[in-house]
T-cell receptor
Framework: GENVEQHPSTLSVQEGDSAVIKCTYS??????FPWYKQELGKRPQLIID?????GEKKDQRIAVTLNKTAKHFSLHITETQPEDSAVYFC???????????FGAGTTVTVRA | NAGVTQTPKFQVLKTGQSMTLQCAQD?????MYWYRQDPGMGLRLIYY???????DKGEVPNGYNVSRLNKREFSLRLESAAPSQTSVYFC???????????????FGPGTRLTVL
């Protein structure tokens, strides 16, 4: 099955700086890559996703890049703010398979 | 729309006791899922149901059973709870149909279970 690895496990950044989280996947058939954000004590929620026919996608201060050849994708958060502090999960999926395989998560702390 | 709801929010069991976690969604999704979340291990799939009437094992199914009661409801049962099942359990549902353009999942608020 699909194996998703996520790095780093923790990330501390100064407010206003950028944060980058990287994930690799094993199954070359995977074609959907979402990112979920989980605030403390809350449920995971989708923040951005990318499909295999796109190399980069941006939504305000967050962006995701995908390198299918290398089988890795990354989340970029620019101009970080205290409300960006959360656990972020990457995931990978084969469209027809219904299931998502999640990375272990990255705890991001934004220092004021 | 309530989205995905779960009951109970918290539960404490003794080793060997049984219980059922309830999940319901009102978004007319075909697919439903049960995950457990443990520190440093992300979200691991226990069981899922691609459509009403079907269930399949996920990554960590041992010690659990599920029932897809109807399109809205998907329950998770622990027959004989063990301390290793102490975790936060999330139910999720996904957008309908095979051939969908993506597999976005919507999560419930979670159940925090402690087994003593």
């Amino acid at each position: 099955g699909e194996n998703v690895e996520q790095h780093p496990s923790t990330l501390s950044v100064q407010e206003g700086d950028s944060a980058v989280i990287k994930c690799t996947y094993s199954d070359s058939a995977s074609n959907y890559f979402p990112w979920y954000k989980q605030e403390l004590g809350k449920r995971p929620q989708l923040i951005i996703d990318i499909r295999s026919n796109v190399g980069e996608k941006k939504d305000q201060r967050i962006a995701v890049t995908l390198n299918k050849t290398a089988k890795h994708f990354s989340l970029h958060i620019t101009e970080t703010q205290p409300e960006d502090s959360a656990v972020y999960f990457c995931a990978a999926s084969i469209e027809s398979d219904y299931k998502l395989s999640f990375g272990a998560g990255t705890t991001v702390t934004v220092r004021a | 729309n309530a989205g995905v709801t779960q009951t109970p929010k918290f539960q404490v069991l003794k080793t060997g006791q049984s219980m059922t976690l309830q999940c319901a969604q009102d978004m007319n999704h075909n697919s439903m899922y049960w995950y457990r979340q443990d520190p440093g291990m992300g979200l691991r799939l226990i069981y899922y149901s691609a459509s009403e009437g079907t269930t399949d094992k996920g990554e960590v199914p041992n010690g659990y059973n599920v029932s897809r009661l109807n399109k809205r409801e998907f329950s998770l049962r622990l027959e004989s709870a063990a301390p290793s099942q102490t975790s936060v359990y999330f139910c999720a549902s996904g957008k309908p149909g095979r051939g969908i353009s993506h597999n976005e999942q919507f999560f419930g608020p979670g159940t925090r279970l402690t087994v003593l």
